[in-house]
């Protein structure tokens, strides 16, 4: 935000973000913007995260499909992102893992271009290299129209020849890591009230795990929000005694961690400039005051959310038109910024 506030050639732009913290058998999230987080578990793919897009609301409002929102051409515009404001809302959510778990954080790159049932059986390799190496192969095939950023991570039992192991590989024009977790167990996802991930979630019956998240106050930092995890133990019960490991064997695991952490960071905060595609890249000829003005943004109302800005104010006024040259403004058509400027200057010119 800072950098665009300095730069004008910079302003409107921003960016997405879901991040993964592990920290014991506990996966913890922050999300912002249109970017996803999903959970591969006992062969069934679950989307974590909640989008943060005009089309995500709009889907779970019920006023469109998944058909109808691929081809929305407000599929792209997005209700939060990183560096467009000052402070952003960050959803958080709390995953109790357990082996076999798969987790997927993708940017747009992917999900715009394969299909869920796709990326469900790339994820079923063992390894989460080839997970990622045959995603991102998939998202190229597909057009690779944007960003593709994937990043695989599969949580193996204790003793398994895998576990502690991470690999990472990287491709022209897009990123891919992978990493296999040390853990076990059972669990579930927690979170505050405000941010359901999956319909189908809360009709589960008890013991199976539930997805949810919180969405907390706007200068919340990302690792502010503590939401309470029923960790291993069944829902309900009480945590269970652990005998504390060797020091070693703690410093290597903590070691391991921070090294899937750092890998997880690094990958995700160089993706998705182009996945928060910004208001200002479109504008058009309306009237503001009375005024022949260039907005950017979009020539429709969404509720209480501000869509618009004047980009620059013409110098005439719009009943000083003649009818046709209303008419050309009345039309509010989406184009370029020289378009949009062109048309307020043929406008001012004409009698």
Known sequence: YDAAADDETLAGMGTTLTAMLLDGDVARFAHVGDSRAYLLRDG????????????????????????QAAVHPMRSILTRALGTEPSVEVDTYELALRAGDVVLLCSDGLTGMVADERIQRALRHDDPEESAAELVKQARRGGGLDNITVVVVRF?????????????????????????????????????????????????????EAVSGAAPAADDAVDGAAVSVAGPAPLGAAPRAAAAPPAAEREA????????????L?????????????LQALYFVGVDDGDVVVFSGLPWALGPLKIQDVYVRGTR???????????????????????????????????
Do not use: C, W
């Open 156 to 208: 193996a039992a204790a003793g398994d020849d895998a576990a502690g192991s991470a690999a990472a590989g990287a491709a022209s024009g897009a990123a891919a890591a992978a990493a296999v977790a040390d853990t076990a167990g059972t669990g579930d996802v927690t979170g505050g009230d405000g941010a359901g991930v999956d319909a189908g979630a809360a009709a589960e019956p008890a013991g199976a």
């Open 317 to 351: 006024a719009y009943d000083s038109l003649t009818p046709f040259q209303q008419q050309l403004v009345d039309e509010a058509r989406l184009q370029s910024r020289d378009g949009a400027l062109s048309l307020l200057e043929t406008l001012e010119t004409l009698p």
């Open 266 to 278: 690094l990958v995700l905060l160089v993706l998705a400039v182009g996945a928060a595609v910004s």
């Open 44 to 67: 069934e793919l679950r989307q974590v995260s909640v989008d943060h897009s005009v089309v995500g609301q709009m889907i779970r409002d019920g006023e469109l499909t998944l058909e």
């Open 253 to 264: 695991r903590t070691m391991r961690r921070l090294k899937i952490v750092l890998a997880v």
